[in-house]
């Protein structure tokens, strides 16, 4: 017992020492240059009752309860949020310069406790406004593990928000939407693809590759296609920045062809994720897919492929009309 106890003791005097080494202050700031002029972009953040229009957590639980301190644009304003899936919080309006800053005093109470300043500046460039919206805060020294990877968790979240507000804006021209269906129950399908495995960022040129090319097999070997193409992605690196996909279109007859494989997707449920916009937004979209796996608790199976299936042609669809669902394997 005493041997047990020191080996305890050890580990949690290492644990100690590990998390004093942590940084305890956090910042995590994003800009946009938005095409509107500053009062236009800033009445939609000073507003408290316009943040449900383009909240990037709103959109995972649109039912929210919402509740509102008057007055809702002006010093001592607030909102609070009490979500099934978000959790729950309120934010107070601590002072404001018109068209210019915004300070905004933040406190979350689900899933955990925290509170951190948030503050928001609109700097005029000719007719369009560059948006900064930051926030910093202190984590409590059991959640010191945390400080470093805020930026990475939240700064995403705030890139779609602050897209969000330029399309509530009046500033459509890179509109996106993302949307949560829910789960779907995948048919089996077979196909045949291009096996890519490499930098995620040659993904782009291999796809522009890689479809054409396939789907010009599949017609010249008497394959008839089935449905519109997909990649499998049966691995991500993100330390080292590299992926294992196949970049594939669906068959009814699948043929060997030298160069390309074939195989086979068994019936599965997924949590699908719909993004109506370029493809340049596909990392937002992946992000919010398992942000929202992670708020539903969704369990997504782990050695079972994720699937991007572009459900419009790009030849033939742009903007808004361009749509792409996000397939998650679920247990």
Same mark, same amino acid.
């Given at each position: ?155 995403? %979240?705030?890139? =779609?928000?602050?897209?969000? @507000? !330029?399309?509530?804006?009046?500033? *459509? ?5 993302? /949307? ?77 062809? %030298?160069?390309? =494989?074939?195989?086979?997707? @068994? !019936?599965?449920?997924?949590?699908? *994720? ?5 493809? /340049? ?51």
């Amino acid at each position: 017992m005493g041997i047990f106890l020191s080996i305890i003791a050890i580990i949690v005097i290492g644990a100690v020492i590990w998390l004093s080494m942590q940084p305890a202050n956090y910042e995590v700031v994003r800009r946009r240059v938005i095409k509107v002029k500053p009062e236009v972009v800033y009445a939609n953040v000073a507003e408290l009752k316009q943040w449900s229009q383009w909240n990037p957590w709103i959109m995972h639980e649109p039912d929210t309860s919402l509740e509102y301190g008057e007055p809702t644009n002006a010093a001592s304003g607030w909102y609070s949020w009490d979500g099934k899936f978000i959790g729950s919080g309120k934010m107070t309006i601590t002072s404001m310069v018109e068209n210019e800053s915004i300070e905004q005093a933040l406190k979350f109470y689900k899933p955990m406790k925290s509170k951190s300043d948030v503050y928001w500046r609109f700097n005029a460039i000719g007719d369009t406004t560059e948006v900064t919206w930051g926030m910093r805060g202190k984590m409590p020294f059991l959640f010191r593990w945390m400080s470093k990877m805020m930026d990475q968790w939240v700064g995403k %979240d705030y890139e =779609i928000g602050l897209a969000r @507000l !330029a399309a509530v804006s009046g500033d *459509t021209e890179d509109a996106f939407e993302i /949307e949560f269906p829910g789960t779907v129950e995948g048919q089996a399908e077979d196909y045949i693809a291009s096996h890519y495995v490499g930098p995620i960022d040659d993904m782009k040129a291999a796809m522009e590759e890689g479809f054409p090319k396939v789907a010009a097999a599949a017609v010249e070997h008497g394959m008839e296609i089935s449905a519109q193409p997909f990649t499998l992605y049966h691995e991500f690196d993100m330390k080292n920045k590299k992926v294992i996909c196949d970049i594939a279109v669906p068959v009814n007859n699948p043929k060997e062809v %030298d160069g390309l =494989i074939t195989g086979s997707l @068994l !019936a599965q449920k997924y949590m699908r *994720t719909t993004l109506k916009g370029d493809y /340049e937004h596909l990392e937002l979209a992946w992000h919010s897919a398992f942000s929202h796996a992670r708020m539903y608790k969704h369990k997504i199976q782990m050695g079972k492929p994720m699937v991007e299936r572009y459900t419009t042609d790009p030849a033939e669809s742009s903007g808004l009309d361009l749509v792409t669902s996000i397939d998650l394997p679920l247990k």
